[in-house]
């Protein structure tokens, strides 16, 4: 079982709509929790980081945790065609190794 | 300032060849990693250098030396590498508490001929 598992994708929205990203984790253990955009040919870049069970908000992102169900959404509000991009989901776990799921990449058609 | 910089942007070596990866962070970060991403897949977790020591190695290959000289600065020394070693190498620095995010670097997309 992979580390950290997302929902594989391409998602394709479009502008102005929701995309709604999923990531499930195996290590229990596990206590800090990221997405990061990556554009393509570009680094990936930190855009939200949840701890705590909940919903966490920062603009048009939310990011949500549940770590009853080992499960981390990213929801994208009012989507741009400048969110298009992997979406690469990121756990620390017991062993303190930031891990990454395979990422989902989204298309925003405008 | 959330600001890592890597050097140089791009790098072209033979497989005979000894190169230098270089990245600098100037954020007081106390963990600092190298990454291997292959395109179209996640990034890859190669060193972790905790307080200027190695505490994680992922099984690289020794081809790979890493080296922090101080909590600012880490390198990647290259040598005698393979065309499968061709990616862009990332690092990335956090607060070498364990639990907090990391930052990443622009890459350095290396290409291996």
């Known amino acids: 079982q992979k580390e950290v598992e997302q929902n594989s994708g391409p998602l394709s929205v479009p502008e102005g709509a929701i995309a709604s990203l999923n990531c499930t984790y195996s290590d229990r253990g596990s206590q800090s929790f990221f997405w990061y955009r990556q554009y393509s040919g570009k680094s990936p870049e930190l855009i939200m980081s949840i701890y705590s069970n909940g919903d966490k908000e920062d603009g048009r992102f939310t990011a949500q945790l549940n770590k009853a169900s080992q499960y981390v959404s990213l929801l994208i509000r009012d989507s741009q065609p400048s969110d298009s991009a992997t979406y690469l989901c990121?756990?620390?776990?017991?062993?303190?190794?930031?891990?990454f799921g395979a990422g989902t990449t989204v298309t925003v058609r405008a | 300032d959330t600001e890592v910089t890597q050097t140089p942007k791009h790098l072209v070596m033979g497989m005979t060849n000894k190169k230098s990866l270089k990245c600098e962070q100037h954020m007081g970060h106390r963990a600092m990693y190298w990454y291997k991403q292959k395109a179209k897949k996640p990034p890859e977790l190669m060193f972790v250098y905790s307080y200027e020591k190695l505490s994680i190695n992922e099984s690289v290959p020794s081809r790979f030396s890493p080296e922090c000289p101080n909590s600012s600065l880490l390198n990647l020394h290259l040598h005698a590498l393979q065309p499968e070693d061709s990616a862009l190498y990332l690092c990335?620095?956090?607060?070498?508490?364990?639990?907090?995010?990391?930052?990443f670097g622009q890459g350095t997309r290396l290409t291996v001929v």
């Open positions: 990335a620095s956090s607060h070498g508490d364990g639990n907090t995010e990391a930052f």
């Open positions: 990121a756990v620390i776990g017991g062993d303190y190794k930031l891990s």
